[in-house]
């Protein structure tokens, strides 16, 4: 079992940045899953935004954040971050953490492959 909670969402200005954390606890080594974010708005599906693997070797982005967010975990603090820049109006969302058991050597993207999840933090960016 592996309880995530999510920090650092907020309000934010068009162009500013933002850190969000997820601190794993739980029974489980959280160094044995891939970790990813997750965003959803109002009325829309949840949609894939990063994904890092167990070694944090490999990471993966949605295109529409390439080039302003960063994923990265650090295993000792069991906390996997997101850094957001270059903010924009449609980043808005309720962002989420998972975990997957890492099961292949890339770390998945589909929501679907994730087992736990966060409840997740409203990250609001004002235009």
Same mark, same amino acid.
């Given at each position: 079992?592996?309880e995530?909670? &999510?920090?650092?969402?907020?309000?934010?200005?068009?162009?500013?940045?933002?850190?969000?954390?997820?601190?794993?606890?739980?029974? +489980?080594?959280?160094?044995?899953?891939? %970790?990813? #974010?997750?965003?959803?708005?109002?009325?829309?599906?949840? &949609?894939?935004? =990063? +994904?890092?693997? #167990?070694? =944090?070797?490999? +990471?993966? !982005?949605?295109?529409?954040?390439?080039?302003?967010?960063?994923?990265s975990?650090?295993?000792?603090?069991?906390? /996997?971050?997101?850094? %957001?820049?270059?903010?924009?109006? &449609?980043? +808005? =969302?309720?962002?989420?953490?998972?975990?997957?058991?890492?099961?292949?050597s890339?770390?998945?993207?589909? &929501?679907?492959? !994730?087992?736990? #999840?966060?409840?997740?933090?409203?990250?609001? /960016?004002?235009?």
């Open positions: 079992q592996v995530l909670v &999510e920090s650092g969402g907020g309000l934010v200005q068009a162009g500013g940045s933002l850190g969000l954390a997820c601190t794993a606890s739980g029974p +489980t080594f959280i160094s044995n899953y891939d %970790m990813g #974010w997750f965003r959803q708005t109002p009325g829309k599906a949840r &949609e894939f935004v =990063a +994904t890092i693997n #167990w070694n =944090a070797g490999k +990471t993966d !982005y949605a295109d529409s954040v390439k080039g302003r967010f960063s994923i975990r650090n295993h000792a603090e069991k906390t /996997v971050y997101l850094q %957001m820049n270059s903010l924009k109006p &449609e980043d +808005t =969302a309720v962002y989420y953490c998972a975990a997957a058991l890492a099961l292949n890339h770390p998945p993207i589909r &929501e679907n492959e !994730y087992r736990y #999840w966060g409840q997740g933090t409203q990250v609001t /960016v004002s235009s």
